[in-house]
């Protein structure tokens, strides 16, 4: 059965003291890891995909990593606007629509 | 390049009544998907349109249907509203190829009195 699991559920940060979320999947066949951020009141806003063990995206603070069975979203040196809601999510095996992860809220203290 | 656009942002219904969502995807993008979001439960999928065509269906009642029309502009509807129907509805568009992001629109927050 096709599965997302996301860790922890909530973590708060200090302004500066860098962590990862993690993000575990059953999925046969994957066809890309997506991940997303989600402001309060906001939709998802997508911020990578990951299509092979190995493969690393980076964006400002952010870099994403895959392997066989697990991403991590590591946040380097965060700031206050880094607190959010981060989602991982896959395709359904054979559809195009997406199942999400229960997301971890991160907060970042001045 | 516009993003894309749900509307009404906010809806209160009661018990009983009906209610239409509108949905304008990113132009060019073909595929439009609908999600329902709820504190206990999260991102749901509800369908998935293609090319006017229903391509994928979640888990939920008939009660709950959606249509797209030859802009790519998709409408989802849910009829007899219940007090669980409450969350926020999330429209998503793509180019509807594997592998794909999907682009999420900031949602319809729907209230059932």
């Known amino acids: 059965e096709d599965q997302v699991t996301q860790s922890p559920e909530a973590l708060r940060l200090q302004e500066g003291e860098s962590s990862s979320l993690n993000c575990s999947y059953t999925v046969s066949g994957l066809r890309g890891l997506f991940w997303y951020r989600q402001d309060p009141g906001k939709g998802p806003e997508f911020l990578f995909t990951?299509?092979?063990a190995g493969e690393e995206k980076e964006k400002e603070r952010l870099k994403a990593t895959l392997t066989k069975k697990e991403s991590f979203l590591h946040i380097t040196a965060p700031k206050p606007e880094d607190s959010a809601t981060y989602l991982c999510a896959a395709p359904q095996t054979g559809a195009n629509n997406l199942f999400f992860g229960t997301g971890t809220r991160l907060t970042v203290i001045p | 390049k516009a993003g894309v656009t749900q509307t009404p942002r906010y809806l209160i219904k009661t018990r009983g009544q009906q209610v239409t969502l509108s949905c304008s995807p990113i132009?060019?993008?073909?595929?439009v998907s609908w999600y329902q979001q709820t504190p206990g439960q999260g991102l749901q999928f509800l369908f998935e349109?293609?090319?006017?065509?229903?391509?994928n269906k979640g888990n939920f009642p008939g009660r709950f249907s959606g249509r797209q029309f030859s802009n790519s502009r998709s409408e989802m509807n849910v009829s007899t509203l219940e007090l669980g129907d409450s969350a926020l509805y999330l429209c998503a568009s793509s180019l509807g190829r594997e592998g794909q992001p999907q682009h999420f629109g900031d949602g319809t927050r729907l209230s059932i009195l």
């Open positions: 349109y293609f090319s006017e065509t229903q391509r």
């Open positions: 990951l299509y092979s």
């Open positions: 132009s060019g993008h073909r595929s």
